[in-house]
């Protein structure tokens, strides 16, 4: 398929050719749930830790004699209906991450940019020189492009100034083409890449199967 190529101030400079393997191929929603399941739960530290009746701090010693007293029944003072007593089947330290196949987030990530193609929210721009690093000079050269919206830009990954600018840029995710994630991609409300990287991803995602 034929896509234009946008130059920094959003007028047509020329067009490039994208395989309809990776921006026009049949959507796999399922590819893309699973993906960005597996990116929200990779995310999750799994660090959360309660003690139980056996771990929190307490005598072992019967408060009072079993009968008699007119109270209720109780063994020790670390049981969980007592305050500061153990906690049930409280969270323990676990490992939430889960292993996507390859195949399955390549699928995915493909779905997604040709899902993007479709909405007409991908736009292919002009590679460009990036030199000073600050983000009020990235935040410029972008204003006729996007401005406070969620908008992820994928470049080739290997100007290391132009991520550091676009850090602090709240509405804005750098991503390198071969380095994407499937939950910033799905959830953006444009996508623009760089002539460089859209042949990039043209042989990253297209030579293989």
């Not at 771990?55 to 670390?78: C, F, H, L, M, Y």
């Not at 406070?148 to 132009?162: A, P, Q």
Request: contains cysteine.
């Amino acid at each position: 398929m034929k896509a234009k190529v946008y130059d920094l101030d959003g007028k047509i400079a020329n067009e490039i050719e994208l395989l309809d393997d990776v921006f026009a191929c049949k959507v796999s929603n399922g590819a893309i749930y699973y993906a960005i399941k597996s990116e929200l739960a990779n995310r999750r530290q799994g660090t959360a830790s309660t003690k139980t009746r056996k771990e929190v701090t307490g005598s072992n010693i019967k408060p009072w004699r079993q009968k008699g007293t007119g109270r209720a029944r109780a063994g020790d003072r670390k049981s969980p209906v007592w305050v500061g007593g153990g906690t049930v089947f409280g969270p323990k330290p676990r490992d939430y991450s889960i292993r996507l196949p390859k195949k399955q987030k390549r699928l995915a990530l493909k779905s997604i940019l040709s899902l993007k193609v479709k909405e007409e929210r991908l736009k292919v721009i002009q590679d460009f020189n990036f030199e000073s690093g600050k983000t009020k000079d990235l935040v410029g050269l972008l204003k006729n492009l996007a401005k406070d919206e969620n908008t992820v830009f994928i470049v080739t990954g290997d100007n290391k100034l132009l991520f550091r600018a676009g850090a602090n840029v709240p509405w804005l995710r750098l991503q390198a083409y071969n380095r994407l994630t499937a939950h910033e991609l799905f959830y953006s409300q444009k996508v623009f890449i760089c002539e460089s990287a859209a042949k990039n991803l043209n042989e990253f995602y297209g030579a293989k199967t």
